[in-house]
């Protein structure tokens, strides 16, 4: 589970750090969960490992994560808390942590400040679905 991409093709171009060449992989990589991070049970971890005996090595992590997940016929399903999300201090807290799983760019105090809140007062965080930036005005002074 994680954010997932379907129907990727292969960088071509020779100074990208993605690049793959023709000789290398054909056609659209199998769907794979990318970026910050997927989530996985053991069991389907297990068959991930068993199956990538089966598959050749490739220079693309998460390409590759999805070429073994198709050898062990395990479905890639999308999460809409994988989205790949930057931290912004303009935000309420509870943006984050009601709905995003995978965070990216966070310094070290915005993680301190996420943690320190999620531990004393995620409570004020009731309605999943209320918007971060509504939460913050009305949690504003004036």
């Known amino acids: 589970m994680g954010r997932i991409f379907v129907e990727t093709h292969p960088v071509r171009i020779w100074w990208n750090k993605y690049f793959v060449p023709y000789s290398l992989y054909t056609g659209p990589y199998p769907p794979y969960a990318g970026g910050g991070g997927y989530l996985l049970s053991r069991d389907a971890l297990s068959l991930l490992l068993h199956a990538s005996t089966r598959v ?3 220079p693309i992590d998460d390409a590759y994560v999805g070429m073994v997940a198709q050898a ?10 994988f989205m790949p999300v930057e931290y912004s201090p303009s935000r309420h807290p509870c ?41 913050a005005r009305a949690n504003s002074p004036g």
């Open 56 to 58: 050749p090595l490739f």
């Open 72 to 81: 062990a016929n395990l479905p890639a399903r999308h999460h809409p808390g």
């Open 95 to 135: 943006h984050y942590l009601n709905s995003i799983m995978v965070l990216h760019k966070l310094l070290p105090t915005d993680l301190l400040h996420l943690w320190s809140f999620r531990q004393t007062q995620v409570h004020s965080c009731k309605d999943s679905a209320q918007d971060g930036l509504t939460l």
